[in-house]
């Protein structure tokens, strides 16, 4: 009997000590190439990525240089053109951003794949020891003790026993951290895939900005037909049509007098709002229509700018600054007046409709990117900033707007002026009360 109880335990030490850590050497040996292979194409992809970015720092120092320069039309084609080199770079490294992370997905997945081989060994190994050690802890103790061999061959098999359970105990210990092994591999991967997502996102931006800065140079070359001459009159134009909105806007007050309910506006509270434009914000003219007013934004609430202008490289993208419903779009250089000059004013503009009682308004877009009726979040892309419209140079003009009181109407409706360039114009128009300074409700810079 005890010779059969030795045999067996012979069996169940192989069990627990040498079944539970097969060696897949064959996949072992094809894995570990597999993932040294994807290891070498990432750290290529890395590197590629470096001298990318160092390629996009070269290209903004260009665009640095030549946005202080004189504006003519050499200089301003020089920069769109340098924009576009800029965006092409930046989706080449988000495109090689994307590939890098495919093959981080690949490496996790193959560590995913490894993990779950180890466990299912480790879990058929450590179920064949358990199954051993019950047959044998199963025999009863006097029948042990009454067998060949006494009880000196019975302190063998219990110190062989106690060999077992040491090597099942270790094989648990592995199993466990196996299965974290998995479980972090997961939650790796998992994370990838969220960030492979936002790189894509990221990638379609860019695309849309890079074509609104493509079209823009088109436009450009076919407005100007590359001619110097052409080119500043164009500016003159605006500058004057610009003055002349400001002075119809302001018109408002006697024609459009519309009263606002106080309880339709929300009380002022900087962080309602976000900004419009990532990274560092440039204000190139404040709301109000005095120097004091620019001077201390926050502090006034006058009726001359409507708005702020943000200075933003032509393709910047625009985003929602807060959820809500696009009111409305257009574009104002559609329209002229009788004499056939036209209509320089907000040029392609979007609205948006909020639930707490505003309205924001983005004009001077180069490209527009949503639709009458659309739901936005905060934060989403709703165009590329540009300069359409009366500007003179690249911005997005940011406006506030009590949305109860303010209407999607020709200006003329509300001036009754008739004839003037911009009088057919459809674009957003409140009474001179419905226009807040969109300071009081954005962060703090």
């Given at each position: 009997m005890m010779?059969?109880?030795?045999?067996l335990t012979?069996r169940?030490?192989f069990?627990?000590?040498?079944l539970?850590?097969i060696p897949l050497v064959?996949?072992a040996?094809?894995?570990?190439?597999?993932q040294?292979?994807?290891?070498?194409?990432?750290?290529?992809q890395?590197?590629q990525i470096?001298?990318l970015n160092q390629?996009?720092a070269k290209?903004q120092?260009q665009?640095d240089?030549?946005?202080v320069?004189?504006?003519?039309l050499q200089?301003?084609l020089?920069?769109?053109?340098t924009s576009?080199?800029k965006?092409s770079?930046?989706?080449?490294?988000?495109?090689?951003?994307?590939?890098?992370?495919?093959l981080?997905?690949q490496?996790?997945?193959?560590?995913i794949a490894?993990t779950?081989?180890?466990?299912?060994t480790?879990?058929a190994?450590?179920?064949?020891a358990?199954r051993a050690v019950g047959?044998?802890?199963s025999?009863?103790?006097?029948?042990?003790?009454l067998?060949?061999?006494?009880m000196?061959a019975?302190?063998s098999?219990m110190?062989?026993l106690?060999t077992i359970?040491?090597?099942v105990?270790?094989?648990m210990?592995?199993l466990?951290?196996s299965?974290q092994?998995l479980?972090d591999a997961?939650?790796?991967?998992?994370?990838?895939q969220?960030?492979?997502k936002?790189?894509?996102?990221t990638?379609q931006?860019?695309?849309?900005?890079l074509?609104a800065?493509?079209e823009?140079?088109?436009?450009l070359?076919t407005q100007?037909r590359?001619?110097e001459?052409?080119?500043?009159?164009i500016i003159?134009?605006k500058?004057?049509?610009?003055q002349?909105?400001?002075?119809a806007?302001s018109n408002?007050?006697?024609?459009y007098?519309v009263?606002?309910?106080?309880?339709?506006?929300?009380?002022p509270?900087?962080?309602?709002l976000a900004?419009p434009?990532d990274?560092?914000i440039?204000?190139t003219?404040?709301?109000g229509d005095?120097?004091?007013?620019?001077?201390?934004?926050?502090?006034?609430?006058?009726?001359?700018h409507?708005?702020l202008?943000i200075?933003?490289?032509?393709g910047?993208?625009v985003?929602a600054a807060?959820?809500?419903?696009?009111?409305a779009t257009?574009?104002?250089?559609?329209y002229?007046?009788?004499?056939?000059?036209?209509?320089?004013s907000?040029g392609?503009?979007?609205m948006?409709?909020?639930?707490?009682?505003?309205n924001?308004m983005?004009a001077h877009l180069s490209k527009?990117g949503?639709?009458?009726?659309?739901?936005?979040s905060?934060g989403d892309?709703?165009?590329?900033?540009?300069?359409?419209?009366?500007?003179?140079?690249?911005?997005?003009?940011?406006?506030?707007y009590v949305?109860?009181?303010?209407?999607?109407?020709?200006?003329?409706?509300?001036?009754k002026a008739v004839?003037?360039?911009c009088?057919?114009?459809?674009?957003?128009v409140?009474?001179?009360?419905g226009?807040?300074?969109?300071l009081n409700?954005?962060p703090?810079i």
């Amino acid at each position: 009997m005890m010779s059969r109880v030795r045999a067996l335990t012979a069996r169940i030490v192989f069990a627990a000590c040498v079944l539970t850590t097969i060696p897949l050497v064959a996949y072992a040996q094809t894995a570990t190439t597999s993932q040294s292979d994807l290891q070498t194409r990432i750290d290529a992809q890395n590197a590629q990525i470096s001298q990318l970015n160092q390629d996009i720092a070269k290209y903004q120092q260009q665009l640095d240089l030549t946005t202080v320069k004189k504006q003519t039309l050499q200089n301003t084609l020089s920069q769109i053109k340098t924009s576009i080199k800029k965006t092409s770079t930046s989706i080449k490294v988000i495109q090689a951003q994307i590939t890098t992370t495919n093959l981080q997905i690949q490496q996790l997945s193959g560590t995913i794949a490894d993990t779950q081989r180890s466990i299912a060994t480790e879990s058929a190994g450590l179920a064949q020891a358990l199954r051993a050690v019950g047959k044998v802890t199963s025999q009863p103790l006097a029948l042990t003790l009454l067998s060949d061999g006494g009880m000196s061959a019975a302190w063998s098999d219990m110190t062989a026993l106690a060999t077992i359970e040491q090597a099942v105990g270790d094989d648990m210990r592995r199993l466990a951290d196996s299965q974290q092994r998995l479980s972090d591999a997961k939650s790796s991967a998992v994370q990838k895939q969220s960030e492979l997502k936002v790189s894509q996102n990221t990638l379609q931006t860019r695309k849309g900005s890079l074509s609104a800065q493509q079209e823009s140079q088109n436009q450009l070359l076919t407005q100007t037909r590359s001619q110097e001459a052409i080119y500043q009159s164009i500016i003159a134009q605006k500058k004057a049509q610009e003055q002349d909105l400001e002075t119809a806007l302001s018109n408002l007050k006697g024609q459009y007098n519309v009263a606002v309910d106080p309880t339709q506006v929300p009380t002022p509270s900087p962080g309602i709002l976000a900004w419009p434009i990532d990274g560092k914000i440039r204000i190139t003219q404040y709301f109000g229509d005095t120097p004091f007013a620019q001077v201390h934004a926050s502090l006034y609430s006058g009726h001359g700018h409507d708005g702020l202008d943000i200075g933003a490289p032509i393709g910047t993208p625009v985003h929602a600054a807060l959820s809500g419903t696009i009111l409305a779009t257009g574009d104002t250089d559609t329209y002229h007046g009788i004499s056939g000059a036209q209509c320089y004013s907000f040029g392609k503009w979007v609205m948006i409709k909020h639930a707490n009682g505003l309205n924001t308004m983005y004009a001077h877009l180069s490209k527009i990117g949503v639709s009458p009726g659309q739901s936005v979040s905060t934060g989403d892309v709703i165009g590329f900033s540009g300069e359409t419209g009366y500007a003179t140079g690249p911005h997005l003009h940011f406006g506030v707007y009590v949305g109860a009181v303010t209407q999607i109407i020709p200006l003329g409706q509300a001036t009754k002026a008739v004839g003037t360039p911009c009088s057919k114009a459809i674009m957003p128009v409140p009474p001179v009360s419905g226009y807040l300074n969109p300071l009081n409700y954005l962060p703090s810079i």
